[in-house]
């Protein structure tokens, strides 16, 4: 996959895979929770919009029109800051002084939170308890309903999130975190009760993604990743729980051999015993 577009923050990001997906493009956000802090802070483009090698160019030219229609949707900020895309450039340490200095430049920004639309609703919304914030609900396909909740500790850093991928008003998604760095996440799609899609991560890089069957504990697809590029990969091709066929693949992600157990068992079998 390559990277399409370069975010300042996960919020960013969403809307940008809202867009393309809107128009048919496969596309995922990778370093999102590798921001830390609290609520939507600089990321140093380390959050980025990712799609399939043959939706490049499709997808460049969806951005660009999009990009287009922004021209006259500029936000004026204070002398000295720079708005270079949805809520780029927003500092914590600016919060105390948020409510006065945006106002009178007649920014989206307030105490409360960001209206990244100006339509008069908070997109992303930040609850306070003791003084610091300990929620904060986004609406990311800018809707004007909440579908994702990030909870954050007193450190100000995030120790879980619930979000609403599909954008149905079921949260069926869930991501945990050490040290403000995501180590887990699953997916209940089907809304039984139980995941279906588990990933895990290290040092909040990807490094697993399990995919179960339509009974409980019953693990069809199990993909492994290595700097956020898939290198190999495992299947149950007939559903009895067990994974018969793997798959490696080279730096494009593209598949550079397979094997089959159950040929290799068949193939051991079936072979004449060794002769003394």
Known sequence: ??????????????MIVNLLQQEGI???????????????LQAMNIVRVLVNDHDFEKART????????????????????????????LLFGFLAGVGVTFWAYNSPVTIDGIDYNNDGQLDERWLYKDNRVYRVELDR????????????????????????DNFDGTYETRYKYKQGNVYS?????????EP?????????MLTEIEISGPTVN?????????????????FDSN????????????????????????LSHAGDKNAAPDQD
């Open 1 to 14: 996959m390559k990277t399409i577009f370069e975010a300042s923050t996960g919020l960013e990001a969403h």
């Open 26 to 40: 496969e596309c995922r956000v990778d370093g999102e929770y590798l921001q830390g802090g609290v609520g939507e």
């Open 62 to 89: 969806v951005i660009s029109e999009w990009d287009a229609r922004q021209v006259d949707k500029v936000v004026e900020y204070p002398p000295g800051r720079k708005s270079s895309g949805i809520g780029r450039g």
């Open 141 to 164: 396909n800018l809707d004007g309903k909440v579908d994702a909740v990030n909870y954050y500790n007193l450190k100000g850093l995030v120790y879980k999130s619930e979000n609403d």
């Open 185 to 193: 996440h699953e997916s209940d799609i089907d809304q039984d009760g």
């Open 196 to 204: 279906d899609l588990v990933s895990n991560f290290e040092n909040g």
């Open 218 to 234: 019953s693990p069809r697809k199990k993909q492994i990743y290595e700097m956020n590029k898939l290198v190999s990969a495992e």
């Open 239 to 262: 559903g009895d729980g067990e994974y018969d066929i793997s798959y490696q693949y080279d730096f494009y992600e593209e598949i550079k051999s397979k094997s089959n157990k159950e």
